[in-house]
């Protein structure tokens, strides 16, 4: 009988999933958003590493496009004006303002993202631009509709997460023309493990009351 061996960074993916979304509370999940925001430079960057590799490659200059300099997330009220292109990573910049932390907090977190991307932007150049298709190719549409089951507070910086989430579940979920498809062709292996894996520990560390379910 023949098994299918899943690769292991789905696990993590599963892992991240898996956590108690739905009991979450609201400094939890602002804190949450603040991890996402230092993943979300990373995702750029490693974007960016893609282009430089396949400087070719039609898909992921499309792709760019949809990620990078782009209004597909405006408007929203505090964060981008209608029309406004900005990088993707810059709208999850700008949502946090909404909703100030301490100060002490904030120099913890700042840290603890530099330490992140200092470690995410040593890696394996080829491994970086794989993980691109397993974000886009169903990885971060998995993780966005975990974390989407959070409950809905109150707060605008988390209103906007929302926001950016469920607009990027909509960019990467159609089959044909999505952000999947523009990178799957990439064929991700295990190389990108210790991407997932640094992204699912940087969330316990932000916010280590994320627990199993």
């Known amino acids: 009988m023949n098994y299918t061996v899943k690769p292991a960074f789905t696990h993590e993916i599963e892992r991240i999933a898996d956590f108690a979304w739905s009991s979450v509370n609201e400094e939890t999940f602002l804190d949450v958003a603040w991890a996402y925001y230092y993943f979300s430079v990373q995702f750029r960057e490693n974007l960016v590493v893609a282009r430089e590799l396949f400087p070719e490659d039609e898909n992921l200059a499309h792709l760019e496009r949809e ?24 709208f999850m910049r700008r949502l946090l303002l909404l909703s100030p932390i301490a100060d002490d907090k904030r120099a913890m977190f700042e840290a603890a993202g530099a330490r992140y991307l200092e470690a995410t932007r ?19 549409e998995r993780t966005f509709r975990a974390f989407l089951q959070a409950p809905e507070f109150n707060n605008p910086a988390l209103k906007a997460f929302r926001h950016f989430l469920s607009e990027h579940i909509r960019f990467d979920s159609n089959p044909d023309e999505g952000h999947g498809a523009l990178a799957r062709h990439l064929q991700p292996d295990d190389r990108i493990l210790p991407l997932w894996q640094s992204f699912a520990d940087m969330l316990v560390e932000f916010a280590p009351s994320l627990r199993q379910r």
């Not at 990078?68 to 810059?90: F, I, Q």
Request: charge should be negative; proline fraction near 9%; hydrophobic fraction near 35%.
């Open 67 to 90: 990620e990078c300099n782009t209004d597909n997330l405006s408007p929203w009220p505090g964060v981008v004006e209608a029309g406004e292109p900005v990088d993707h990573d810059e």
């Open 122 to 140: 040593a890696m394996d150049p080829m491994a970086r631009a794989l993980s691109i298709a397993s974000y886009e190719d169903g990885g971060l």
